[in-house]
């Protein structure tokens, strides 16, 4: 049983399709565009596949391993889509500095695990190479995560201060300072004041 369970687990005989050379590799991308979009027959995507693989002179795949290819895709295109919206959802509820605070999370629990693979010992160069590429990738994406809040915070201040200019001008006063009028509006709706 425990065999079986591990043999499950693992990847498996690679099909034919998995097996493409590399100048299948356009068709193949094109044959998982058509399949997630899905709004062509299976039969029909099948048959222009075959043809595509046809002109770089590789045989054609089965209907059976065809099939099998896009029940696979297909599990795993509605898990991805599950794993987004729940991100989403946790990103919304986190409010609107939520995505960084994600990926700032996500960044120290990655950071943890490598730490936790290192102390462990005997890690091949391969393994100790690919952790820091993920170290790397954390740090990178908590660099961008912080460049994109403050880019999007410094377009919110330029419309908000467009919008007070624009309503004084409707209204016929002086232009206020609108730094001073953020700073106002900050301090008593949101009770955020400046050291």
């Known amino acids: 049983m425990a065999e079986e369970s ?7 005989r690679l099909s034919t399709l998995e097996m493409l050379p590399e100048e299948a ?3 193949l991308l094109w044959l ?4 997630r979009n899905g709004k062509r027959p299976q039969v029909a995507i099948l048959a222009e596949f ?8 590789i045989g054609p795949i089965s209907k059976g391993t065809f099939s099998r290819y896009s029940v696979k895709k297909a599990r795993q295109w509605r898990e991805y889509d599950e794993r987004l919206r729940l991100s989403k959802a946790l990103c919304e509820s986190m409010g609107p500095d939520g995505a960084d605070r994600m990926t700032v999370a996500i ?8 730490d936790e693979v290192l ?7 391969k393994e100790i190479a690919a952790l820091a590429n993920a170290n790397r990738a954390a740090i990178t994406a908590q660099r961008h995560s912080a460049e994109y809040r403050r880019k999007a915070e410094e377009e919110a201040r330029a419309k908000l201060l467009k ?4 309503a004084a001008d409707a209204a016929g006063v002086e232009k206020p300072d609108g730094l001073a009028v953020i700073k ?3 301090e008593e709706i949101y009770g955020i004041f400046d050291e």
């Not at 043999?7 to 498996?12: E, H, T």
């Not at 960044?107 to 490598?114: I, N, Y």
């Not at 102390?119 to 160069?125: D, I, K, M, P, V």
């Open 25 to 27: 590799d356009a068709d």
């Open 6 to 12: 591990e043999r499950q687990q693992g990847r498996g």
């Open 50 to 57: 075959n043809s595509r693989l046809a002109d770089h002179g």
């Open 119 to 125: 102390s462990r010992g005997n890690l091949t160069a």
């Open 163 to 166: 919008a007070v200019d624009a």
């Open 184 to 186: 106002k509006i900050r």
């Open 107 to 114: 960044s120290e629990r990655l950071k943890m695990a490598a």
């Open 32 to 35: 998982n565009e058509e399949l």
